[in-house]
């Protein structure tokens, strides 16, 4: 089975961390760009951050730059999504993606790449 499953979420308060997993299974996650996306209730779905391939370029969404950082573990075969300073509007389902190649990623084109691979994503709840 080819496939991407999200993991980390869960309950946090204002100004605590998560982490987030992208693990993939059945293909090797080095020669994919990986962008990660939210969709909170109501709202459209919103692309939070990329990372390519081969040069490991990121970028951030305006909104989570400075307190969210995108990584990769090839030995994993996993992306991961630190997330610190977490606001309450940070609550969402977050899924990642992957797209096969090597891209100098930039998130506001993400939503826009025809994506190999979706997760089913993980629910992220900050609240006190």
């Known amino acids: 089975q080819l496939q991407l499953v999200e993991s980390g979420g869960g309950l946090v308060q204002p100004g605590g961390s998560l982490r987030l997993s992208c693990a993939a299974s059945?293909?090797?996650?080095?020669?994919?760009?990986v962008g990660w996306f939210r969709q909170a209730p109501g709202k459209e779905r919103e692309g939070v951050s990329c990372?390519?391939?081969?040069?490991?370029?990121?970028d951030y969404a305006d909104s989570v730059k400075g307190r969210f950082t995108i990584s990769r573990d090839n030995a994993k075969n996993t992306v991961y999504l630190q997330m610190n300073s977490l606001k309450p509007e940070d609550t969402a389902v977050y899924y990642c993606?992957?797209?096969?190649?090597?891209?100098?990623?930039?998130?506001?084109?993400?939503?826009?790449?025809?994506?190999?691979?979706w997760g089913k994503g993980t629910l992220v709840t900050v609240s006190s």
């Open positions: 059945g293909f090797t996650l080095d020669y994919y760009a």
């Open positions: 993606a992957a797209d096969y190649g090597a891209h100098e990623c930039v998130v506001p084109d993400t939503l826009s790449l025809p994506m190999d691979y």
């Open positions: 990372i390519s391939s081969s040069s490991g370029s990121t």
